[in-house]
């Protein structure tokens, strides 16, 4: 008995410290001079434009990531060719390297000067690093493995006989993945799309290093919350990172709300 | 709609499932594929439904050559051990499934299915789950039904299209044995209901000689024999028929059906002396297992009837002769 309250002790304790106890103490420092002063801080013209810059990285990462997610699952998990395993293997690629990596990685392929393909670029006139498409491209990378990861599990899980009954019943390839496949996966999509979301709302590194931090130009909300920091406006930095957990939050609650309709059927 | 197949070969990296097998289906029969696991029946079927492509050989169904067709184009059902079912949908939905399909091609898939077309699926679909005695569970969820009732709409979802053949691969496998002894019967009275063309895999030779009109043997990727019941029972074409088929004993280094050996009192011309090791009365029937003279075990199979007449008792002198059955050449 004791040990089963030293377990849940551990546990939540454990938690407290390393998450409950410093995003209150945000909340707090966000609210320290009223919630006007709070308000007034993340309704700057700088603000919302990094919150706009924010929901721009995952109006474009999250869905590209979706589709590709689902097509790479599917190739991994129902098909057999060489080189499967290699992208199996790269898919965990941006778990496994630093976002400055990342970020310096970008650089080196897409940079105005001595960039790979830089130069190509910027001769029709598409400037990629220090502005948007780089940003977004940095998103992408970092938020790629979480829709594979999630899909592939209920992929294996579900088998193909109901794929194949489908197909004696008459169903082409795409009336099957559509009527049969995707519906049967959709909660682990839903589950990866989730993360990708949190993920493209939380990256810093990787798009600050080909963000180039102008202020209103290329600077999204992490990067806001940091420039505030540092100019020591405390309240604009926690109250711009009460929002950005705020929507974090709504994403993870999202799920869970859609979710248990599954448990009654 | 019949089904012929003509030397049909596949193979599975080093292993042969079928070699060179050809058969031929006759319209509105029904046909059990009977043999041990590994023996090829299940590829066969699925060479048939489309969902395995033969390495050789060619399949058609009603005349029409269907080798190169995919499944969804072969007009088949096809009822799967463990039902397949589409769990995202209710038993309604599944059934209709088909049907579904049929009248929302590719192209107009997110286009709206007219009202009168509803209401003529639904109809069909009321029709059918009553066909399988699922009518009241229209609503519910595969994940709410007993494993029966779940093969019952797999069935009534393959006949919704109207399938020109219904292919059931051991359809009542994952069943205990009340419900399989139950859906047996079902299907033998389905069948004379509907008359469509049904082929099912089974490995239960009881199963296959209780529901089929015809059997086909299949081990090692070859066909054995393919006969009715009873010309399998009585006629076996060799020994791997007659064993999978019915019992075996031995007698005089030849295989013989347990029933078809006399046990005489007295010596006899071509009887052999053998001593009872035991006697077990299991009901009606009376199984005898003895000792010959040369020191080999056999048993026989009698009545109970008979072993009263006999006074059959453990360690007594008895002769046995085969009583004219016929055996394999």
Redesign the interface.
Known sequence: MRSKYLLRFLALGYLALLLGIPVALVFWNAFQDGIGAAWAAVTTPEAQHAFYLTFVMVIVAVPLNTIFGVLAALAIVRQRFRGRALLNALVDLPFAVSPVVVGLALLLVYGRRDGWLGQWFADQGVQIIFSTPGMILATMFVSLPFVVRETIPVLREIGTEQEQAAATLGAGPFQTFFRVTLPAIRWGVAYGVVLTTARALGEFGAVSVVSGKLSGQTETATLYVENRFQRFDETGAYAAAVVLALLALVTLLAMNVIKPKEAQA | MSIVIDSVSKHFGDFTALDDVSLDVRDGSLTALLGPSGGGKSTLLRVI???ETPDSGSVSIAGEDATEK?????????V?Q?Y??????TVAKNVA??LT??KR??WR?LARTARSEVEEIEARVDELLKLVHLDGFAHR?P?QLSGGQRQRM?LA??L??QPRVLLLDEPFGALDATVRKELRAWLRRLHDEVHVTTVFVTHDQEEAMEVAEQIVVLNNGKIEQVGSPQELYEQPANEFVMGFVGPISELSGRSIRPHDVDILLEPHDGAQEAMIDRVLHLGFEVRVELTLGDGEKTWVQTTKGQADELELTEGEIVWLRPNGARVPA
Do not use: D, E, T
């Open positions: 439904a489309g969902l995919p499944p969804q184009r072969r007009n088949v059902g096809f799967f463990h397949a079912a589409f769990k995202h949908m499934f088909g399909i049929r091609p590719g898939m969820y994940s797999a979802r393959a919704a299209v």
